[in-house]
């Protein structure tokens, strides 16, 4: 019976210790799983934020070019821009082209009637 008991025993060791280095192995799989995917995790991370950052770039360069032009056409035009405020977009009070220029009259009597009263004639 010792002898059963003994063998028994002996099993029972061999399948404990068995099992203790099987949950070691299990347990060292375990932490290398989890370094990995905490590596993974954190490359996956950096790639987001480069991204992100790369995205606002090009929306505060684009942002400063239109401003940029949007300036450089008010600086241009400026003087436009005034006259349209002052006088408003009205098409009755713009000058027409088709309207032409007066002849100005050229008789100095006419335009100075003081020079009538006086005796002499000026040459001009």
Same mark, same amino acid.
């Given at each position: 019976?010792?002898?059963?008991?003994?063998?028994?025993?002996?099993?029972?060791?061999?399948?404990?210790?068995?099992?203790?280095?099987?949950?070691?192995?299990?347990?060292?799989?375990?932490?290398? @799983?989890?370094?990995? %995917?905490?590596?993974?995790?954190?490359?996956?991370?950096?790639?987001?934020?480069?991204? @992100? @950052?790369?995205?606002?770039?090009?929306?505060?360069?684009?942002?400063?070019?239109?401003?940029?032009?949007?300036?450089?056409?008010?600086?241009?035009?400026?003087?436009?821009?005034?006259?349209?405020?002052?006088?408003?977009?009205?098409?009755?009070? %713009?000058? %027409? %082209?088709?309207?032409?220029?007066?002849?100005?009259?050229?008789?100095?009597?006419?335009?100075?009637?003081?020079?009538?009263?006086?005796?002499?004639?000026?040459?001009?």
């Amino acid at each position: 019976m010792n002898y059963i008991k003994n063998q028994e025993a002996e099993q029972m060791n061999y399948l404990g210790d068995h099992d203790i280095k099987v949950q070691q192995q299990q347990q060292v799989e375990f932490a290398k @799983s989890q370094n990995e %995917r905490k590596k993974e995790e954190a490359e996956v991370l950096y790639k987001l934020e480069e991204e @992100s @950052s790369s995205s606002h770039f090009l929306a505060y360069s684009l942002t400063a070019i239109v401003l940029i032009m949007a300036t450089y056409l008010l600086y241009h035009n400026k003087q436009k821009i005034i006259a349209i405020i002052i006088e408003g977009k009205n098409s009755s009070s %713009r000058r %027409r %082209r088709g309207d032409g220029y007066n002849k100005l009259n050229q008789n100095v009597t006419e335009v100075m009637p003081s020079l009538q009263q006086s005796s002499k004639d000026y040459t001009f």
